[in-house]
């Protein structure tokens, strides 16, 4: 099982990140344990969430990681994975914020759902765009050194505030973001590929995109308006029914085919094959979509392949 060291530091993680949004959401903590055995049981160890997952079923969220605890007390294994987690989105009790009061109950809040005494990876998960960078990075300093977090990553951040967070780090020998967590796929890729790819670059960052498969629409099960109603996630893929997305869907069902696999797998692979890209986030609600999106990493795609799916 290949496994990437996260830019400087001494986490190793396989190189697909299962996305815990689902857990409490379309999963329930019976069928979450079944996914999360499965996905560990093959070999891989990164699991990802947010304390905000999923405020949409409940309000305010913490059921996803709720469930990530009390399997992890189940299993007994907690050494032998890598668990992020996230602070800062809104919910309904409260909007977008990374205030150090707002930081340090989260950290402790998270560390209670989680039943663990740290949390690897700790993400800004929403900028508020008002609270200064240097609150901010400052109560990311006091829980690193309380040990409450060992690293810490930034996920929707704008360029702007993501370069002012390294600078304060710098001048204030605060912790530095060591990953970040951007929009990228297939079917999205501008904004990230020219606005956050050189900061990535500059600063040393390992990407773990969320959206890997477009929520969905990577994997070729939406190809019409009729194709939306297939799953309580298709609404979000009709502004990729377009031009554009119908070329990238016949690139990967080429690809697919030649290689005989899914277009999902393609999809996963090709993220795999770009710079700097540790591991796609990716959810499963079954068994056999988790052995989809973990065959990718299996997959190794040649230059006429990645020139074909380059249809942007």
Do not use: C
Not at 173 to 197: G, I
Not at 200 to 209: A, G, I
Not at 210 to 230: I, P, Q, V
Request: hydrophobic share 40%.
């Amino acid at each position: 099982m290949e496994r990437i060291k996260i830019s400087s530091t001494d986490l190793e993680v396989s190189r697909i990140n299962f996305g815990g949004n689902v857990f409490g959401w379309t999963l329930d903590e019976k069928q979450s344990f079944e996914i999360l055995d499965a996905f560990t049981g093959a070999g891989f160890n990164f699991v990802d969430t947010a304390n905000t997952y999923p405020w949409w079923v409940n309000g305010v969220g913490g059921l996803s990681e709720n469930i990530i605890g009390k399997w992890m007390k189940t299993k007994g294994n907690r050494n032998r994975v890598v668990i992020a987690t996230k602070t800062g989105s809104e919910n309904a009790e409260h909007p977008k914020l990374v205030t150090r009061t707002h930081i340090l109950k989260s950290v402790d809040e998270s560390l209670q759902r989680l039943q663990t005494e740290y949390i690897d990876l700790y993400y800004t998960h929403f900028d508020d765009e008002k609270t200064p960078v240097e609150e901010t990075m400052g109560a990311y300093a006091e829980v690193v050194k309380a040990g409450k977090v060992r690293y810490i990553a930034a996920s929707n951040v704008s360029p702007e505030r993501l370069t002012q967070s390294f600078e304060a780090s710098q001048k204030n020998d605060f912790p530095k973001y060591v990953a970040l967590q951007p929009h990228y796929n297939l079917v999205s890729r501008t904004k990230y590929e020219t606005e956050y790819a050189p900061l990535v670059k500059k600063y040393n960052l390992t990407v773990f995109p969320y959206y890997a498969l477009a929520a969905g629409f990577l994997t070729g099960k939406y190809r019409s308006e009729d194709d939306l109603k297939k799953s309580v996630r298709g609404g979000g893929v009709a502004k990729y029914l377009n031009e554009n997305g119908f070329q990238v869907l016949a690139a990967l069902d080429k690809v697919s085919a030649e290689h005989g696999v899914q277009p999902a797998t393609v999809a996963l692979a090709w993220l795999l094959a770009q710079p700097h890209i540790g591991a796609p986030i990716v959810s499963a609600t079954s068994v056999s979509q988790l052995e989809t999106a973990l065959a990718a990493t299996d997959l190794k795609l040649d230059k006429e392949d990645l020139e074909l799916l380059d249809v942007m």
